[in-house]
T-cell receptor, first 116, second 115 residues
Framework: AQKVTQAQTEISVVEKEDVTLDCVYETRDTTYYLFWYKQPPSGELVFLIRRNSFDEQNEISGRYSWNFQKSTSSFNFTITASQVVDSAVYFCALRILTGANSKLTFGKGITLSVRP | DAGVIQSPRHEVTEMGQEVTLRCKPISGHDYLFWYRQTMMRGLELLIYFNNNVPIDDSGMPEDRFSAKMPNASFSTLKIQPSEPRDSAVYFC?????????????FGQGTRLTVV
């Protein structure tokens, strides 16, 4: 079975603060992918990043950074110097890859509100 | 590429009626996923297909729900009969299983309201 836990449900910060969104996953598979998606108020789901289970390198993209740690089964997302436009629901997701079995499971999402 | 296309964008129907949601995946993608999003349950995976074959339908809530993928470019999710608790946003997503391209691309969703 696979599971994604986003323990934080809602986070509110003031603009320019840094914020970290937590994600913990469970799987028995050794080959898998982790993702973060953003869902702005308009409702569409926007892909942000992909990480495979063999690549634990952290990644930085502008104000966004991701910390993948297999030892703690975590894939956390940090927004530096948050902006109002970052207000959205953020989903962490896990996809296993075992033959045709390629289930993509999402966490419940974290609602981030950035106040001016 | 136009992306994943879902229709209709909004659907309002009366309880007991049949509802059919449609999805056209991205050309060349061999996986298609149907999700339901509600405030209470978040994004739930209902069913997914690989090469038009259903692989896992364990998320389908009950027999009133059915999904088909008659060919690589079209899928439907049908609810018959519909109930008010089916009100949600239904998303379709497509993907490959390629090692470097595993992310799913989502359609705009269908907002279903059953009154």
């Amino acid at each position: 079975a696979q599971k994604v836990t986003q323990a934080q449900t809602e986070i509110s910060v003031v603009e320019k603060e840094d914020v970290t969104l937590d994600c913990v996953y469970e799987t028995r598979d050794t080959t898998y992918y982790l993702f973060w998606y953003k869902q702005p108020p308009s409702g569409e789901l926007v892909f942000l990043i992909r990480r495979n289970s063999f690549d634990e390198q952290n990644e930085i993209s502008g104000r966004y950074s991701w910390n993948f740690q297999k030892s703690t089964s975590s894939f956390n997302f940090t927004i530096t110097a948050s902006q109002v436009v970052d207000s959205a629901v953020y989903f962490c997701a896990l996809r296993i890859l075992t033959g045709a079995n390629s289930k993509l499971t999402f966490g419940k999402g974290i609602t981030l509100s950035v106040r001016p | 590429d136009a992306g994943v296309i879902q229709s209709p964008r909004h659907e309002v129907t009366e309880m007991g009626q049949e509802v059919t949601l449609r999805c056209k995946p991205i050309s060349g993608h061999d996986y298609l996923f149907w999700y339901r999003q509600t405030m209470m349950r978040g994004l739930e995976l209902l069913i997914y297909f690989n090469n038009n074959v259903p692989i896992d339908d364990s998320g389908m809530p009950e027999d009133r729900f059915s999904a088909k993928m008659p060919n690589a470019s079209f899928s439907t999710l049908k609810i018959q009969p519909s109930e008010p608790r089916d009100s949600a946003v239904y998303f379709c997503a497509s993907s490959t299983q390629g090692f470097a391209l595993a992310e799913a691309f989502f359609g705009q969703g269908t907002r279903l309201t059953v009154v």
